[in-house]
């Protein structure tokens, strides 16, 4: 790792930073990075099972660095974790996307998942200044792998049909959401998720926007719809409740920080 450096520790979902950086920084959150002299020596004496790596930024201009930290790892009594989600609803807050961490951490999880080749089993190598690996027996390129997911806010007149999912907290409900699958349009996925997970139809289906979503992989991707036909019927199974609900009568939403909850609040604004 060469000096002067943006570097991001990660351990799982959360951002690992030193306790004495958080408690001088929670207003601005502008260096939720460890410099990367301090990275070093902390990598060389506590955490020396790490995966260290470096990757452009997304506008090329510079490389940041990330440490990838084992979770069978005890992290020192100085240093704090910070989940993911939480830095998105910070980052929904203070209006900064933060999408460095964002994209260092999808890659510190695609990087466990992408040590060998998948066509003839060599250990893959990192390329110096790429995103990519590649293999250096068979020469096979190794790009993150992303998965799109859509999420779809469903209205009719002055109603936003929301559904609580059973992997939601108790009380919440949100969008629909499923992931594209081989040889589907996005906009096919819309339908066919709708129709599986409460079974009515929809149209006017249109895109809105999208938000990288890195647990571990996704980038999920904001639609609308209007109601069309059928009877709201509850899959049972990813779904347990699905109902219309008006501005004046809404249920617990999802977290700021969410494209899913940006999309909501956009609707109960207009
Ligand atoms: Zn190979």
Redesign the pocket.
Known sequence: MTNERQVFFFQGDTLLLPAETLETQTDSLETLFVPSEFANAVCAKEFKNADIFETPSLDQNTMIAGVSVPLDTVLPSDWKAIPIRQILTMSAESGKPFSHILRVSHIAKWRQDSRF?G????RNADVPEQEHRQ?P????LEFPRICPAVIVLITDENKILLAHNKRFKEGVYSHISGFNEAGETLEETVVREIREEISIEVKDIEYVKSQPWPFPNSLMVGYKARYASGIIKPDGEEIQDARWFTKDNMPLLPSKGSLSRALIDEWLSV
Not at 119 to 122: E, N
Not at 137 to 140: A, E, S, V, Y
């Open positions: 080749c066509t003839c089993g060599s293999c027996n068979c020469g096979r």
